[in-house]
Structure formats: C-alpha cells, structure tokens
C-alpha cells in the first residue's frame, strides 16, 4: 500500500491523515473534520484499503471488505475511479464497485459476491441491502470498515432516518459476526466527534487540526448593479444575479479559468449554461463547447459524460446546482461562483472550497440576489466570515423517525431485548404502539414483522415521495430527463420553459397521472417563474391552553399549496413580461404544528396598528422558526410556517410553525412544550440584534418563499413582549401521539 501511495506522488503523509489512519487501525471510530482538499480521502483509504490488502479472512473464508456511503451517486461513481487510479499497482487485490439505483441488474450478484469494497449512499443500504441481508451475509460478516462521507450532510430528518439506518446496519453485522470501525469525513462541521457519534451511535475520535498546505482564497462579495429599469412604485431593478453569475462564468472561461457557478435551483444552473453558451459564442465559435450544466434530474450517462469532460479539463465552465456540491472530487479548479447565497455557512463554505485543489491560489465569488438577505450579507460580510459554521442537528430518538425503522429491523430480524439499547430510549414506549397498531407481533423469540409488504419500503428517508415526473420530448419520444414529484408543479407546468444540457424546451402538456411531461424545442427570449399561494387550516385541536389574552394550540393542520400562475421574465434583465394563470391541482401535507394567538386587545397595546400587523407576526414566525432549533433536535429545513393576520375561523391574528414531513416528526409538539423559553428566546434574539430594521440573524429567512416581506422588526419585539407577558409555566409533557 505503500508503494502504492508513493506512485501516486504522494511521499509522507500529513499529519492529520496519519492521526486518522492509526486510530482506524486502531480499532477506533474516527472522524476527519479538516479543509477541503486536505486529503481526507487518502485519511480513510490508507487504512480501509491495506486492510483489504492483508487479505486476512472472516470465519466463512471471505477476506475483509468495506462499506463506502456517499449521500450522492455522483460522489460514489467519483470515489470508485480514485480507488481504481490508487489501488491500479495492486492488481486484484481491491475491487471496488458502485452498488445503487443505477447498476445494472447483471451486475449486482458479482457485486455481492466477489466486490471487497462497495460504494453505494444510505437509500440504496436502507432498501437494497439491509431487507436482502440474507444474501449479503457473507459481506457483512467480512466487514471491517464503513466510510461515511460528507457526513456533515446527514442532518435534520434526513440526518435521523441515516442515523437508524446505520443502527440497522450494526445489528445485522453483529448477527454475522462482525464489528466494522467507522470512518466519517466532512469539511465544514461543527462539533464534528458529537455529531458523529449521534449518527452512528458510537464513541468517535475527532482530527480537526488541518496539516495541509493552504493556497491563498481571495473571496469576493458581488451585488449586481442598478439597471435603467424600473418595477413597482418606481424603484429601480437591479441586474439579475442569474445574468451576472453568467457574465462573471463568460469572462473565466475566456480567461482560460477553470470554473463551476453554483446556482441554487436546476433552471438557473440551465440558464447561466445557455447564457454563458451565447456569449462565448461571440467570442470563439469552439469555446461553447467548453461550458455545460450539470444538475440531478439528468440521465445516468448523461451525469457520467458531463464528469469525465470535467475530470480531463475539456470542461472549462460548468454552472451546477448541489449535486455537484456534493458530487466529484475535481482537482485543478481556479475559481468559483456562487449564485445567491446557499442558505448556510457551511454549505457555502464547501462550495467556495471546491477551488484551489492543488494547493494554489483560487477565486470564489459570492454574487448577491436582489432580496433582503443577500443584500445584507455583501454589506455585512462579518455575518459570513466572522461566524462559526452551523451545527449539524439530527434526533435518532425522534419516535417518528424511530417507529419505521424498528419495523424494518423487525422485519430483517425479530427484535429482541438487547436490540432496545442499541436502537435507543425511545424503544421500550413505542414497542407497545406498534403492537397496538398490528405492525409488530411479540412472540417468544422477540417482536415480529406483521405485513406481507417490505417494511423498508414504507419509509423515503429522504422525504420525497411520490414517482418521478418524466421528461419527454414530444416529437421523438427521447426521455430528456426526470423531475422529482414535489417539483414537478413549479417546474414542468404548463408552459414552463425547460433548460436540458444548454437547449431550451416548452412544455405543452403536464400529464400528472401518468407523471409525464411533454415538451418541444423552442428558443423564447424568457424564463418562467410559477407562483404559489399557501394556506393552512386546522383539523384538529390536541390541546389549548390560555396566554392571557391569547390562546396557544398544538394538533393537526393541512398545509395547501396550489402553484396558480407562472411569470414570463426577460433572460438578462428579468423584467416581468406577462403572467399566466394555472389550473393545477393543490398539494396537501397533513402534519403537527403549534400555533399562538392574539387578541385586538394585545394588539392595541403592543401599538401594532393594521399597517404593521402583517410584518410584525411575519418577522416573528420567522425568527421562531431560526430559534427552534434550539428547542427540538430539527433542522431549519425541517419546518415551516405561515402567519395569517386575520384567520377566518376565528377572526384573530395567528402564527403557525409546522412539521414539515406527513404525519409529523415531533418538532411541533416539542415546541408546544417549551413555548414560554422558546417564544421569549425568540424575543431576545430580535432585541438584541444590533440591526436597525432587520437582518439574516433575527428576522430574516434563507427559505421565505416571499422574498423576505413585508417584515416589521419593531413591531416584532412588541408582539412577542405583549404575549408573552401573561405566559404560564410550560405546559407538563404528555404522552406523544401514537404511530
């Protein structure tokens, strides 16, 4: 192994990368939470493959193997091409392969039976693998390392559902014999040993202290310029961030710079492709060919296709969204463009660190939308380089979370007694539950598995749901690509103007029955944007208790959301050029929320008048929201919230926070319960922020699907000092809701 590093003109390692490997030499659990490109994967393949290397064998004569887990396919097929180069001068000794949704069904017995290192994400192990362990036996009982990588990924619900599935996955090696150490590797993490242990459920060692040579990173805050145009009432519009990302990718690519945009969404990764296209265009007629778009949604050789050409720099310029974020290991960029601010620290953090590979010196620009948030952040840049990055929250003992996957374990293996520590506190409550709801059968030999359907197929740990929206090209028949269902209303509607690999298409005809959308070739000079209306309603009243005045209220809600027309916006400029109504079908979550009233009375003495109302509860649902966290182990990604300042039913201003998963994850109920600490830290964030009228760190949303307005951050603070004025001691926890 060795020899086998030093001809990849490796010839010492760093000192964290040598920490790391004698821990999992060790036997020890261990995370690597350093820099990007500090060499972490080197940190877990020496030791993962001179393991695989010492050819030593498990009781059933299978010499040792190793689990890999990448939350995207992408990453995954990268990773199995820098073992193959790295392991190429030992023969057949390490036989990496990529086990997921995309191998090809001839593949997957040579996979399970001769492959020592599987690449493969936790969907692909929580439906695949672990319900077809019996099959899998003589793997798992090999198995001596399971690496997780970009583990600061795992967070919130997803985070959970990863954590149980990891739990899963121990108990079954332990059936077979087998105790793997576990190798975690991030870039922006904080607190990384602790949240690696409460995502796999084992004492990890940490290595933070960064030994590689840093190349200098000049980052650049860009707020696009005021055009001669003018909106509403007459203020001035300012360039589209999507317009200038394409202009500032143009100028790289001329430069000869390579270069990734990162873009929020999969239309505008698409748009600043064809943008850059035509501009480069004027400048050689054989530099368009050197800049592409790279999304999910795209079709398996498509995604391959589009990472080689990067991988050998035929590539100069690619706009991609997320999935490359999370995606190939690229070495050699110079330069990175991120289009509207990511939504955290540490997301934006990675992105900007995916340039400057080789040590040298790199360029990551963060190009400001023309909203709130992102306009706060270019004038303060203290909020994003004075700021830790964010920790990564997740629950395992969130019953929600919880109650599915000790059906699927069931379902593996009857659970038995010593399986309820492994699985957590939660267990020995929700056993009795599931036996009440005849999901689980306690006999003898432990609880059973009660249905005839797969019990991990019952459970998208991602939270998706619904099939895939099919992409075709209506005079071919040629599938262009897929868009998740969730998606599918804002993005492949009626008339929508969709981007594939730089060509424009319109959709004529969404077919939601048959998840079909049709489309045709068309060059129009605009975009589209789908607009939405949300609004919730109250099925059920758990429980109510009196704040005063007001009233706060825990129990069962719908969220509709009916996308209801689409704008017409002009490519560069993104002036509003008409808008057409929509006639789709509404989407429904029911789910948990808790909500809070208040009285005329209230209102009259926190001196909010009808002016300020909707801004006022608007800026505190959202600084409810950011604080929430604090309270119930979420992510802020977890939950919603929508605040109406004259709700029909009962004609008083209201404020909702809601679970934003069917059915509920607990965050809701948590915050019922601790209403009085949260709602007055709510306060105290507002107050205390040094802002005059409002910012990313009080009241302001990376996810406000209204642009952050109207917002009102006095009125805020009035509000929330007026209810909880008459606030009584938290209300006594009671029994969560059955499964």
Known sequence: MISAIGKAGIDHPWAHQAAAAEHALDGESVVIATGTASGKSLAYLAPVLSTLLDGSEAPNGRAATALYLAPTKALAADQRRSVKALAAPLGNAV?????????????REWVRQYANYVLTNPDMLHRGILPSHPRWSSFLRALRFVVIDECHTYRGVFGSHVAQVLRRLRR??????????FLLASATAADPSVAAGRLTGLPVRE??????????????????PLTELHGEKGAPVRRTATAETADLLTDLTVQGVRSVAFVRSRRGAELISVIAKERLAEVDRSLPERVAAYRGGY????????????????????????ALELGIDVSGLDAVVICGYPGTRASLWQQAGRAGRSGQGSLAVLVARDDPLDTYLVHHPEALFRQPVESTVLDPDNPYVLA???????????????????????????????????????RASGWHWTRRERAADLTDIRGGGGRPVQIVEEGTGRLLGTVDAAAAHTAVHEGAVHLHQGRTHLVRKLDLEDSVALVEQADPPYSTVARDTTAISVLETDTEIPWGQGRLCYGSV???????????RRLITGEVMGETKL????????????????????????????????????????????????????????????????????????????????????????????????????????????????CPSCIQSPKCGNGNEPLHKRGAVRLLTELLKAAPPEPPTTDRPGT
């Open 95 to 107: 036989r990496p392969a990529v086990y997921d949704g995309d191998t090809p069904v001839e593949e």
């Open 172 to 181: 079954l090696c332990a059936r077979y014999g087998a105790d793997p150490v």
């Open 207 to 224: 290595v933070s202290d960064d030994a590689s040579p840093r190349g200098e990173l000049a980052f650049a805050l860009w707020e696009p």
């Open 299 to 322: 079709l398996p050789e498509e995604r391959r296709a589009l990472e080689r050409a990067l991988h050998s720099g035929e590539l100069l310029g690619l706009a991609a969204t997320t």
């Open 404 to 442: 599915p996957h000790l059906c699927a374990a069931a379902a593996e293996l009857p659970l038995t007694e010593p399986d309820i520590a492994l699985f957590g506190p939660a267990v020995p409550e929700l056993l009795p539950q599931l036996e009440a709801a005849k999901l689980l059968r306690r």
């Open 558 to 568: 719908e969220v509709t959301n009916q996308v209801v027309s689409f704008l017409r």
């Open 583 to 694: 006639d789709l079908p509404p989407r429904t979550l029911r789910t948990r929320a808790v909500w809070w009233t208040v009285t005329e009375d209230q209102l009259d003495a926190a001196r909010i008048n009808p002016e300020i109302l909707g801004g006022a509860l608007h800026a505190a649902e959202h600084a409810s929201i950011g604080l929430l966290p604090l309270f119930a182990t979420c992510d802020r990604w977890d939950i919603g919230g929508v605040s109406i300042p004259l709700r029909p039913d009962t004609l008083l201003p209201t404020v909702f926070v809601y679970d934003g998963h069917p059915g509920g994850a607990g965050f809701a109920e948590r915050a019922f319960h601790t209403a009085r600490a949260w709602l007055t830290a709510t306060r105290e964030a507002i107050a205390s922020c040094e802002c005059e009228a409002g």
